[in-house]
């Protein structure tokens, strides 16, 4: 039989196995405290919002340098993940198609998880904030034929526009970087707090996805680009692992 695997659950696994790090329970969600090997710190702030929704803050003072591979077994989730770059800049090498992505201030990276990635990352002094909406999940909740009729088209969008890529590029706009900056700002103390934050986390992930969403992206495509030199790139000064 074939194992439902949470993409989300699977990169943090992975996490673990690598960089070994100091795990801490804060108020409505986790912190991941990461020593890099030169010394410099990365922190993740790990939010779980009903089940619908999971967002991550993650900053990084510092060179972080790793590989993630997608789970062999099927992924029957389909998750919409938007990325937006406070700061920093990353490179990412996909596998097998060695296309290379560079993400930097500014910058929103959106990926649909039927389309399974698997790739190389170099962050270097990032901060960002990941949003996961679980489709399938909000469909259910909200159990209305109209409704779901207009998610049901809405996926059918995204589906054709990732049908060639893996990951779209994008710049922010006005809006969404202001959004972004209060979501960043928002100070969880207490059950007000928690609802503020739910509220912006949502209202800034559909602005996002309305903003001009088509198929164009930064991504440059190098053929010469072999799996072994980029091992030997991402292995320097990094966690460079494979975890099966």
Same mark, same amino acid.
């Given at each position: 039989?074939?194992?439902?695997?949470?993409?989300?659950?699977?990169?943090?696994?992975?996490?673990?196995?690598?960089?070994?790090?100091?795990?801490?329970?804060?108020?409505?969600?986790?912190?991941?405290?990461?020593?890099?090997?030169?010394?410099?710190?990365?922190?993740?702030?790990?939010?779980?919002?009903?089940?619908?929704?999971?967002?991550?803050?993650?900053?990084?003072?510092?060179?972080?340098?790793?590989?993630?591979?997608?789970?062999?077994?099927?992924?029957?989730?389909?998750?919409? &993940? =938007?990325?937006? @770059?406070?700061?920093? %800049?990353? +490179?990412? /090498?996909?596998?097998?198609?060695?296309?290379?992505?560079?993400?930097?201030?500014?910058?929103?990276?959106?990926?649909?998880?039927?389309?399974?990635?698997?790739?190389?990352?170099?962050?270097?002094?990032?901060?960002?904030?990941?949003?996961?909406?679980?489709?399938?999940?909000?469909?259910?909740?909200l159990n209305l034929k109209t409704v779901d009729k207009l998610i049901?088209?809405?996926?059918?969008?995204?589906?054709?526009?990732?049908?060639?890529?893996?990951?779209?590029?994008?710049?922010?706009?006005?809006?969404?970087?202001?959004?972004?900056?209060?979501?960043?700002?928002?100070?969880?103390? &207490? =059950?007000?707090? @928690?609802?503020?934050? %739910?509220? +912006?986390? /949502?209202?800034?992930?559909?602005?996002?996805?309305?903003?001009?969403?088509?198929?164009?992206?930064?991504?440059?495509?190098?053929?010469?680009?072999?799996?072994?030199?980029?091992?030997?790139?991402?292995?320097?000064?990094?966690?460079?692992?494979?975890?099966?």
């Amino acid at each position: 039989m074939t194992k439902n695997i949470k993409v989300v659950d699977s990169f943090f696994e992975q996490l673990e196995k690598i960089t070994k790090p100091h795990i801490e329970d804060s108020i409505f969600g986790k912190e991941y405290i990461i020593t890099n090997p030169d010394n410099s710190s990365t922190v993740i702030k790990r939010f779980t919002f009903d089940n619908k929704y999971e967002l991550c803050f993650m900053k990084s003072n510092g060179k972080m340098n790793y590989e993630y591979i997608s789970p062999n077994e099927k992924i029957r989730e389909n998750i919409i &993940e =938007i990325v937006y @770059y406070y700061d920093g %800049k990353t +490179k990412m /090498i996909s596998q097998p198609d060695n296309k290379i992505y560079h993400l930097k201030k500014g910058d929103i990276a959106i990926h649909y998880t039927k389309n399974c990635f698997s790739g190389y990352f170099e962050h270097n002094n990032i901060s960002v904030i990941s949003i996961n909406l679980y489709v399938k999940k909000l469909k259910n909740d909200l159990n209305l034929k109209t409704v779901d009729k207009l998610i049901s088209e809405w996926e059918a969008k995204v589906e054709n526009i990732f049908k060639d890529d893996k990951c779209i590029i994008e710049k922010a706009n006005t809006e969404i970087k202001t959004l972004a900056l209060q979501v960043q700002n928002v100070s969880l103390k &207490e =059950i007000n707090d @928690y609802f503020e934050f %739910k509220s +912006k986390i /949502i209202q800034l992930f559909f602005l996002i996805l309305k903003s001009n969403l088509k198929s164009v992206s930064t991504e440059k495509y190098d053929a010469s680009v072999t799996s072994e030199k980029i091992k030997s790139v991402i292995s320097r000064n990094s966690y460079y692992k494979r975890i099966m």
